[in-house]
């Protein structure tokens, strides 16, 4: 149980404390800068001074027990494992600084804040790559970068090294599977994008496992896309400038429309004008709720038989989905709430709330969406008791713990009861109130706010405007709907 849980917490080390977000790794520094190299001193402080997350490095050992910071295993020619640091300290990179000794790489990276990288580069001769593992742990340890370093390699051998004593984050850089990786012991996955372009699925696949994803190398605007698209947590790149504006394009605060409306089970207005009136407030998400499929009411002149939610989303051109609460009769239809969405579903599920009291069931029908093709969001549609405040709160609670994912979430619905209730003092604690106090019920003449917004965690969201619809007594349902411009941040 240790191993494993020793195991959990080096992976979490190395997975960006913004969750979702990709952390840009410099590969070999950021070498393409003015007056830069790879791998060197002053491409380690560019990439720090623009500020890249990490910055990945390369290590060989000379032949006197040195350790050296380059790529190649050679430097113009000179052979850094059989060369001794007379020689190689008198080696130079393009732009003329000498090809760096660990220490003096490493004294700098003390000065600054980015975080390391190490790669130990395979040696012909693997007995000194264990020389080499193991001074290099030490000397990471006397310049107080433990914390700071994690570590990957193509080397089997120094791969074991790595696992056995750094106490740090593994990566291997080696493609094998997400089950042959955690056998060996690594904490995460470091392969080049290809690899992850032939195996899609091993991202969902370690990220299960709590590992973190990291791909390589990357520079190309598509590739870097890719990436985000499909939720890598570092990008190794040799354009770290191009990765950090790419992600904070994909992450910047993004704005929504949402709309709750309870629509009446159809009794006061034809699909076809409420359907107009969703279609004129161009929302990206509505929680419905009493929302007949194929139901028979005497009530219901205007929309008996109809599938509400089917005749809704082909009317405005949105998606839909459905949450059963209970079947209208024995034989005819069913009612419950819904969900409508600009964006493609990921995947809805209903879950049946607390029901003490053994009256009229409700559900909460939750979906997650990705909005523009990969930004995780969860929209949900409810409709509480309305015949007792200790079941409102109930369901409250049940509803909190179903949205609390990581995920930035919005729930809508007709909570039966008011500001002022147990139930809504619950979720506004929680999370961010994205509706008005205006009364919404009834629709002729309001006086009662039965209907709310919510954003969950609360800090990812804002409220730019609210309004409800108008009270008439004409309104197509006997609640008005509520429509909320909305800012969510994905950062948060």
Not at 24 to 51: F, Q
Not at 380 to 398: G, I, K, V
């Amino acid at each position: 149980m240790k191993h494993i849980l020793a195991a959990l917490a080096l992976a979490s080390a190395l997975i960006p404390a913004e969750a979702g977000v990709p952390e840009v790794v410099a590969h070999r520094g950021y070498h393409r800068a003015p007056g830069s190299a790879e791998n060197s001193i002053r491409a380690l402080v560019k990439a720090d001074s623009i500020g890249a997350e990490k910055c990945e490095f390369d290590v060989w050992i000379s032949a006197d027990d040195v350790l050296y910071v380059n790529h190649n295993a050679d430097v113009d020619g000179v052979i850094i494992e059989t060369a001794t640091s007379e020689t190689l300290d008198n080696c130079k990179l393009k732009n003329g600084e000498s090809v760096p000794r660990l220490d003096a790489f490493l004294d700098t990276a003390k000065t600054l804040d980015i975080e390391l990288v190490f790669e130990m580069k395979p040696h012909k001769d693997r007995s000194r790559e264990d020389v080499a593992m193991v001074k290099a742990i030490k000397m990471v340890a006397d310049k107080g970068l433990t914390e700071r370093t994690s570590y990957i390699t193509f080397s089997r051998n120094a791969f074991d090294i790595m696992v056995r004593d750094s106490g740090r984050p593994v990566l291997y850089l080696n493609g094998v599977s997400p089950q042959v990786l955690k056998e060996i012991g690594g904490t995460g996955a470091d392969y080049h994008i290809n690899v992850f372009r032939k195996n899609p699925d091993w991202i969902k696949q370690l990220h299960a496992q709590g590992m973190p994803v990291n791909i390589w190398t990357v520079d190309s605007e598509a590739d870097i896309q890719w990436c985000i698209d499909h939720g890598a947590d570092l990008i190794t790149t040799n354009e770290p400038e191009l990765a950090q504006r790419l992600i904070a394009k994909a992450y910047a605060p993004r704005e929504l429309k949402v709309m709750s409306y309870n629509l009446r089970f159809g009794e006061l207005a034809s699909m076809e004008r409420l359907a107009k009136e969703i279609k004129e407030a161009d929302p990206d998400f509505v929680a419905l709720q009493e929302v007949d499929v194929n139901s028979f009411r005497t009530a219901a002149k205007f929309n008996n038989g109809i599938n509400f939610v089917n005749e809704l989303a082909q009317r405005t051109g949105l998606f839909g989905f459905f949450g059963r609460t209970l079947n209208f009769s024995v034989k005819d239809g069913y009612y419950g709430v819904a969900i409508l969405s600009k964006h493609p579903a990921v995947k809805v599920e209903t879950f049946e709330l607390p029901n003490p009291k053994a009256v009229e069931q409700r559900v909460l029908l939750r979906g997650e969406f990705l909005l523009d093709g990969h930004k995780p969001f969860v929209f949900a549609s409810t409709h509480f008791d309305y015949t007792s405040p200790e079941t409102q709160e109930l369901q409250a609670r049940y509803v909190l713990g179903k949205l609390d994912t990581g995920i930035p979430a919005v729930l809508g619905g007709d909570f039966n009861c008011e500001a002022s209730s147990p139930a809504i003092k619950l979720l506004s604690e929680d999370g961010a109130v994205l509706s008005g106090s205006n009364p919404t019920f009834p629709a002729k003449a309001p006086e009662k706010r039965l209907d709310h917004i919510f954003g969950f965690p609360k800090a990812a969201f804002r409220l730019e405007s609210t309004r409800e619809g108008t009270a008439s007594p004409y309104a197509a349902s006997d609640h008005l709907p509520v429509i909320s411009v909305i800012e969510t941040d994905f950062r948060k």
